[in-house]
């Protein structure tokens, strides 16, 4: 399933973005929101989330008062004169995997809105905050555009801003502006209601263990050109953690860990069961409780290295001679 | 490799023989349980199973040798039993204790959706081969096979290589002891070499009796099975091993692989290598029990990786079979059926801790724990397993990917 409210606040809250929480009753539209937090000195946005004819999908993210031509826009990008129109209803749950209501740039942290482009309004930059949904209509956060960039590139995404209400001509010697805004790979939706059941699994190799169903046919699942672009609905968000990449993040995850441990052990009862034999105590069940975990994060940490130090190798300009 | 579900086996021909004579029980008995390499259902005997394949049981005994030569408690899954049975891997710890070291093999034939839990048994256990022995391990992804066996293109077998490899890498596998490799990449040179080698030492007639082919098959199947069998040399991989022809090799595997290795093992003497040595595992039983088939159209037989924890919520609660009573009373009255009880079975594959788990099989079967309990208990435990799993893929890049499957020589995989 799509990421949650609280995961992708949490995951703010890591990367050591700023932004203030606030949460109301849920809204449906800009002005149901303007009610609950039209005063708190952050500027509402209102968020389309569009497709053009080719099953390819835009975030339009403006400020609310920010007028958007999606006649002009469509132009822009190089997709004609009407080529632009709300996505369906069901590409909200599909891709971006959030409720009617709820378009943000944070919903970009789904895998299954990996090709989806976003476009944000030059008039972001001069505010001091802006307000988005957290993939949730109950909540609304605010953040200025330096920590909404951040969030972006956290998840490899370049932030492009745009001025929305721009009118450039567009024709033979000028070329539509807004044309490297176009995602390379359209999005097909799936046929079928459940999103796209396994494929049946046949007698691999080296790895199954489990017991055969009786007749084993093969069956594709889905044509291949559907195959090539359909993620599975129950996939997650593109986040890598930064504790694989970043030495201090790496420790004081473990630190964090092992801490919350420690605090968790040592409660008035235990120390009257264990009394002076506590540390002794507490340090076997942080071994047993912590070790594999923490392997696991350190060969995550040494693979990570090691790519990049792979991939620097095989960029390497030799040293002249 | 693909299952033929027409082929007529000896237990198929007994079961049809007790059913004449009579005792429709006890024919009913006979042909449940099934077990060859293209079927497996029913009630496995894994006794007999051992006696008729004629590989070894793994005992207490080559266990605790493990625990000695390692330092370290055996896996789980050893203690547990899920790995039981063997061929020579006595032979590879011996000449461990010399100090020649082996590597192992294992692969998996990618397939077009997320891996369940049953697939990362075998990664599972072979990870922490790696690093209990700190030996070198090859991968093998058979697109050939899947662009053949499922009919897909030759591009979306690849892709799904690279796809199947990033869950295969979340598992933990350590990149400077370990080459992931694709047929479709890797097969030429060296490694062909072998292929054609093993390739002329096994009759058509032979191969059909172990893969059952028949007079349709289309010729790529015919000469599939040297592409599995010569990672078991380690001339396959000069670039890892050159020089080092005595090199053992152990491959994890389940254990209905068993019959094709041993047209592994019957080429590699002829060819002057070492037989590779085989550490087997028991099924990992659908949700729904023995008596339900791990269909991969219904994805309610099965966990996940991409399930949400939701998800294995809802799919332990209504779909895992139990061996609880109808009501409380009756519960606390009789106590749980532990043979057939899936939640139980599944703790004892994935509950590291052997102290909690005889508690919960206790209660459990006494009547004092309730099948809500131990269904919590395994959710909790499944989460965790999940959650990690897809953290850890998260963060491998197609990069990393690269990485691993790069034809590069690894200096510090003995180490």
């Given amino acids: ?321 | 490799m693909e299952k033929r579900e027409e082929r007529v086996v000896e237990e198929g021909a007994a079961a049809a023989a007790a059913a004449a004579a009579g005792g429709e029980a006890e024919a009913v008995a006979e042909a449940e349980a099934e077990v060859n390499p293209w079927e497996v259902s029913g009630k496995i005997d894994y006794d007999k199973l051992i006696d008729k394949f004629g590989c070894q049981r793994l005992d207490q005994s080559l266990i605790d040798r493990v625990q000695r030569l390692t330092s370290r408690a055996p896996h789980v899954f050893l203690r547990r039993g899920v790995f039981f049975a063997h061929r020579d891997f006595n032979e590879i710890l011996d000449a461990y204790e010399r100090g020649d070291k082996f590597y192992l093999y294992t692969g998996r034939g990618p397939s077009s959706e997320a891996l369940h839990l049953g697939h990362l048994i075998p990664f599972m256990f072979t990870k922490y081969l790696q690093d209990a022995f700190k030996v070198p391990l090859v991968i093998q992804l058979t697109d050939d096979e899947k662009c053949m066996w499922k009919n897909i293109s030759v591009e979306e077998s690849q892709r799904l290589a690279r796809e199947n490899a990033k869950d295969i890498i979340a598992c933990g596998f350590d990149v400077t002891r370990t080459f992931i490799f694709s047929d479709f990449d890797y097969v030429g040179g060296a490694f062909y070499k072998n292929m054609v080698k093993v390739a002329k030492c096994v009759t058509y007639n032979k191969v059909v009796g172990i893969f059952g082919f028949t007079g349709e098959d289309h010729i790529g199947k015919v000469s599939f099975p040297p592409v599995q069998a010569v990672p078991s040399f380690p001339s396959s991989f000069p670039h890892l091993f050159n020089g080092k022809d005595h090199l053992r090799c152990l491959i994890p595997c389940a254990i209905d692989q068993d019959p094709y290795f041993r047209m592994t093992r019957d080429v590699a003497p002829r060819l002057g290598y070492h037989k590779p040595a085989l550490i087997e595992s028991s099924f990992f039983p659908a949700l729904q029990g023995d008596t339900g088939k791990m269909s991969a159209s219904d994805p309610n037989s099965a966990i996940y990786v991409t399930d949400s924890a939701k998800d294995i919520k809802d799919k332990i609660n209504r779909y895992a079979f139990t061996g609880g009573q109808d009501t409380k009373e009756k519960q606390r009255l009789y106590g749980a059926n532990l043979e057939v009880d899936i939640p139980v079975k599944y703790l004892s594959f994935f509950l590291e801790d052997d102290d909690e788990l005889e508690h919960i099989k206790t209660e459990y079967g006494l009547g004092r724990m309730l099948t809500f309990d131990v269904k919590k208990r395994l959710t909790e435990i499944l989460v965790e397993i999940v959650e990690r799993h897809r953290r850890a893929r998260a963060a491998v890049t197609d990069e990393m990917v690269d990485a691993f499957m790069a034809v590069r020589p690894l200096p510090s995989m003995f180490g």
């Fill in chain 1, 1 to 321: 399933m799509g990421y949650t409210k609280d995961q992708l606040l949490a995951r703010l809250q890591e990367l050591r973005i700023e932004f203030s929480k606030y949460e109301h009753p849920v809204v449906l539209t800009v002005e149901a929101q303007a009610k609950h937090v039209g005063n708190v000195g952050a500027s509402l946005s209102k968020n389309l989330f569009l497709k053009d004819k080719k099953q390819r999908f835009y975030i339009v993210s403006a400020l609310a008062d920010t007028k958007v031509d999606l006649k002009v826009l469509s132009q822009r990008l190089g997709l004609g004169k009407g080529g632009l129109r709300m996505a369906p209803e069901e590409a909200l749950g599909e891709i971006l995997q959030v409720p009617l209501g709820c378009v943000t740039p944070f919903a970009l942290v789904n895998e299954s809105a990996r090709h989806v482009s976003l476009l944000l309004d030059q008039g972001f930059k001069s505010q001091q905050g802006c307000l988005f949904h957290p993939l949730s209509n109950d909540t609304s956060i605010s953040l200025n555009t330096l920590s909404l960039d951040k969030f972006l590139k956290s998840i490899g995404r370049d932030p492009s801003y745009v001025d929305l209400e721009a009118n450039p001509k567009v024709g033979k010697d000028q070329p539509p502006d807004l044309a490297a805004l176009v995602p390379s790979d359209s999005i097909v939706l799936p046929e079928f209601a459940e999103g796209a059941p396994p494929s049946e699994h046949s007698n691999e190799n080296h790895a199954a263990t489990d017991v055969k169903p009786k007749a084993v046919k093969a069956k594709a699942v889905k044509t291949p050109a559907v195959a090539e672009k359909v993620k599975d609905k129950s996939s997650t968000g593109v986040l890598p953690s930064i504790s694989f990449t970043d030495a201090g993040q790496f420790v004081e995850e473990i630190l964090d860990k092992t801490s919350a441990i420690l605090l968790s052990e040592i409660r008035d009862d235990t120390v009257r069961q264990h009394g002076e034999q506590l540390g002794a105590v507490v340090s076997d069940t942080l071994r047993k409780r912590l070790s594999s975990e923490l392997k696991n994060l350190a060969i995550m940490f040494k693979n990570t290295a090691y790519t990049e130090g792979f991939h620097a190798g095989t960029r390497h300009q030799p040293k002249r001679p």
